[in-house]
């Protein structure tokens, strides 16, 4: 009985510290938000972090954990950062052994039914400043909610993280760049890489201007885009989205659609493999027909070849240069083959 009444009694008191929160915020309390402590809930007052360090000492490494920000990378004359918070952010960092890290935890409620009284964090940010000639070693970023926009780096391993929100990365070099997105945009050019890893859940990726070694890529929905891509190895899987390339070049191409269009056009030499469950399968190249060997097989659908239609529902074989082979099936869709007179 004594437990039972102190549960009763703990439960009174959290519901009437959230009713009073309420009240304090309807009334026009100047809040920014509310957290828990000591039990109960608390008023966060209205608080703005600025931080401006424009002559840290040299790093190599950076880590960063953000939960409401943008992440912004710009050239300056020396190593720096600028922190701009307006949603009670509580903000750390520091420059040891060579690494720089960065990290905040936000003051909010966050109860079990989803309810989070701070939302005034559009406008934070995260500033990094470095040198033109800067080389990094590792650059880690995990983000929770927000845009990340990272260019004129050069580093041997870059891994950024996003729950919610949009990637651009430009004007890169990376030995091995991995890419990470829950639900939001990729948009990468002209970068020079070694290893490429691709991940998102909900959003589109769209690369121009791209030179690596490796290409591993799944898009479970939002398609790919790839304009001037310069690969040896591509491996790529989508479930829902199209895959469009344009000025492609790879010695191995391994895709597999589960709905939505494949479009490529370039140049494949070694093995290579196309695949659609439910879309059209397109591919085009100035090569001429002998350079290559090729099966296609459409169960459902057309096959049509230098315009020339092959008929439906078949397969069809072409013997030329063994070496350059491409397999191409579509399960539920056309398969359009073109080749360089």
Not at 219 to 244: E, W
Request: with cysteine.
């Amino acid at each position: 009985m004594k437990n039972k009444l102190i549960l009763k009694i703990a439960a009174i008191s959290l519901a009437s510290g959230f009713v009073l929160a309420i009240l304090g915020l309807i009334m026009g309390a100047n809040l920014k938000g509310a957290y828990f402590k000591d039990g109960r809930v608390q008023l966060a007052n209205e608080k703005e972090t600025k931080i401006t360090e424009l002559n840290l000492s040299s790093f190599k490494n950076i880590d960063i954990e953000s939960e409401y920000a943008d992440i912004i990378f710009e050239q300056a004359d020396s190593y720096g950062i600028d922190i701009y918070d307006n949603s009670n952010g509580v903000w750390e960092y520091s420059v040891e052994n060579e690494t720089l890290k960065i990290n905040n935890k936000e003051i909010s409620i966050m109860l079990s039914f989803g309810i989070n009284l701070n939302t005034d964090y559009k406008n934070n940010y995260v500033k990094i400043f470095l040198p033109q000639n800067a080389k990094m070693d590792e650059i880690t970023i995990n983000s929770v909610s927000g845009n990340m926009n990272i260019s004129n780096i050069n580093a041997e391993n870059v891994e950024l993280c996003n729950s919610y929100g949009n990637i651009t990365l430009a004007k890169t070099t990376s030995n091995n760049l991995k890419i990470n997105i829950s639900s939001g945009n990729f948009t990468g050019e002209d970068l020079n890489l070694q290893n490429l890893y691709y991940e998102n859940k909900y959003g589109k990726g769209s690369f121009d201007k791209i030179t690596t070694q490796s290409f591993d890529a799944t898009s479970h929905s939002g398609g790919l885009d790839l304009q001037n891509f310069h690969s040896k190895d591509i491996k790529i899987f989508s479930c829902y989205g199209d895959i469009v390339a344009d000025n492609l070049y790879s010695a191995k191409i391994d895709i597999k659609a589960e709905s939505g269009n494949v479009d490529i056009a370039g140049e494949l030499q070694g093995e290579n493999i196309l695949r659609s469950s439910y879309g059209n399968i397109t591919f085009k190249t100035t090569e001429q027909k002998s350079n290559y060997s090729y099966y296609a097989l459409a169960k459902y659908g057309t096959i049509t070849v230098d315009n020339e239609n092959m008929g439906d529902n078949t397969s069809i074989k072409h013997d030329g240069n063994t070496q350059n082979n491409i397999d191409i099936e579509a399960v539920s869709g056309n398969i359009k083959i073109n080749f360089g007179k």
